[in-house]
């Protein structure tokens, strides 16, 4: 697979063939992981909050 492609993070071209297959750099891709994973650890919640949401509503 020879194939010329860019970077959907940094627009460099890509030059190996898991690099290309991917869609990223192995730097990019990182990065692009543990901003997904920060994302989804942020917008998770407590069954604490569940419950005071629960609480709250009761009232």
């Not at 030059?15 to 989804?40: L, M, N, W």
């Amino acid at each position: 697979m020879n194939l010329v492609a860019n970077c959907k993070r940094c627009g460099k071209p890509l030059k190996s063939d898991k690099s290309i297959r991917a869609g990223y750099g192995s730097v990019c891709k990182r990065k692009q992981v543990a901003e997904a994973e920060a994302e989804f650890e942020r917008i998770q919640i407590t069954i604490f909050e569940v419950i005071e949401y629960q609480e709250r509503l009761a009232v």
